[in-house]
């Protein structure tokens, strides 16, 4: 069984910066990569940030310039740097692992952006 435990949410103001982590455990087989998504209310799951083993990354625009995913693959470990935020990210954000035994999820983490 695959855990992902989400830290780093909060509230926030405008501008401001939070750095989300997502540590992963147990028998992951093949880590292919790992990522965040946001769900807002009402709304489906989507994808903020992807980042492959081999360290590929990938963005939605609108975070494009503000946002910085990296891994420490050692660790199955993910974090989502988040700068200049906007109260439009206010959301929770969802950890997502890929490995070749399955897609996992975390439990997420609130994140508000409001003065």
């Known amino acids: 069984q695959v855990q992902l435990v989400e830290s780093g949410g909060g509230l926030v103001q405008p501008g401001g910066s939070l750095r989300l982590s997502c540590a992963a455990s147990?028998?992951?087989?093949?880590?292919?990569?790992m990522g965040w998504h946001i769900q807002a209310p009402g709304n489906q799951r989507e994808l903020v940030a992807s980042i492959s083993s081999g360290g590929s990354t990938n963005y939605v625009d609108s975070v494009k310039g503000r946002f910085t995913i990296s891994i420490d693959n050692a660790k199955n470990t993910v974090f989502l740097q988040m700068n200049s935020l906007k109260p439009e990210d206010t959301a929770v954000y969802y950890c997502n692992l890929v490995a070749g035994n399955g897609n996992y999820w975390g439990q997420g983490t609130q994140v508000i952006v409001s003065s």
């Open positions: 147990g028998s992951i087989l093949g880590l292919y990569a």
